[in-house]
């Protein structure tokens, strides 16, 4: 962590940059479901032309994705130019990223990192608690050519599917990582992306949420609770279930609209979870 701090105090200190008009900021949040799953008709090869749909329609700023694998991430960025990314394999053997994608004529990285959601964060393929798989957090700290002379700190992760307790002791380590990488970075922007394994309201939902300078987009901008907010579809274009894919920003960003993505192909589906989105002025 030490090694971390210096790199971003010295990427603040070192660059300046001009102030320039603020413009809001697209995310989108997408679980891509496993590329190498044998899902049958929903096999990546059929659906990955309705992810690259989905994804330029709505051109994201921002984006964050699970269950990326390498192939998955280069097609996105042969289909839909613009962007760059940041991410790695939450094993050391070729697995899944919890991916970044940020278009680069807005952005300039400048510091990232990466960290395991166990006892031992900084070991990659550690896990802890009841946790089924080992299971990271992907961070970037960037400049925003289009908006307020502040940093934006955009992580992205993905908690267990399984362990109840992985996910609560999850939250509460992202959420410290979150305030100790916005006090080296000068309180930057927050903007936090993923796939979280458990509704909203949960004991996790609340340990981050329910920090004082964090807020949920789409409870935010949508306060009323309706039955179908949904967000794993099942491949079934369901959305009674829970929400489990969320969207967190700071508590003073002003979020214009959040929405469950609902888009399908015929009755296909990008993803057997729908993507989510927001737009925010930091």
């Keep these: 962590m030490k090694r971390i701090s210096a790199a971003i105090a ?17 995310v989108m949040s997408f679980n ?3 590329g190498s799953a044998n899902d049958g008709d929903n096999h990546w090869d ?3 032309s309705y992810v690259a749909s989905v994804v330029s329609d709505y051109a994201p700023d921002l984006m964050g994705t699970q269950e990326t694998l390498a192939f998955q991430k280069d097609f996105l960025l042969e289909q839909v130019e ?7 394999s939450r094993m050391n053997t070729p697995n899944e990223h919890c991916g970044i994608f940020y278009k680069a004529d807005r952005f300039t990285k400048l510091a990232g990192g990466h960290f395991w959601l166990s006892e031992s964060p900084e070991i990659p393929e550690s896990k802890s608690w009841d946790s089924s798989l080992p299971r990271m957090a992907t961070w970037v700290l960037l400049h925003d050519k289009k908006g307020a002379d502040k940093p934006i700190l955009f992580v992205n992760t993905h908690f267990d599917h399984r362990g109840r307790q992985a996910r609560l002791e999850s939250a509460r380590l992202l959420a410290e990582r979150i305030h ?11 903007i936090v992306t993923g796939d979280f394994n458990c509704d909203a309201n949960s004991e996790p939902y609340n340990a981050l949420v329910g920090q004082p300078d964090l807020k949920d987009s789409y409870r935010d901008a949508n306060p009323n609770v309706r039955p179908n907010e949904g967000t794993f579809n099942s491949w079934k274009g369901r959305s009674e279930g829970p929400r489990i894919d969320w ?7 002003v979020v214009k609209e959040a929405a469950i993505v609902q888009t399908s192909f015929n009755d296909r589906y990008p993803s057997d979870h729908y993507p ?7």
């Excluded at 990427?11 to 300046?16: K, R």
């Excluded at 613009?82 to 790695?88: K, L």
């Excluded at 100790?180 to 930057?188: E, G, H």
Aim: net charge positive; hydrophobic share 45%.
């Design 32 to 34: 891509l479901r496993f």
């Design 10 to 26: 010295i990427a603040c200190l070192a660059i300046t940059f001009p102030v320039t008009a603020e413009e809001p900021l697209r």
């Design 46 to 48: 059929k659906r990955k």
């Design 247 to 253: 969207i967190v920003v700071s508590k003073d960003a």
């Design 82 to 88: 613009g962007y760059d990314y940041f991410g790695r």
């Design 276 to 282: 989510i989105t927001a737009t925010v002025s930091p």
């Design 180 to 190: 100790r990488l916005r006090s080296i970075a000068s309180s930057p922007v927050v």
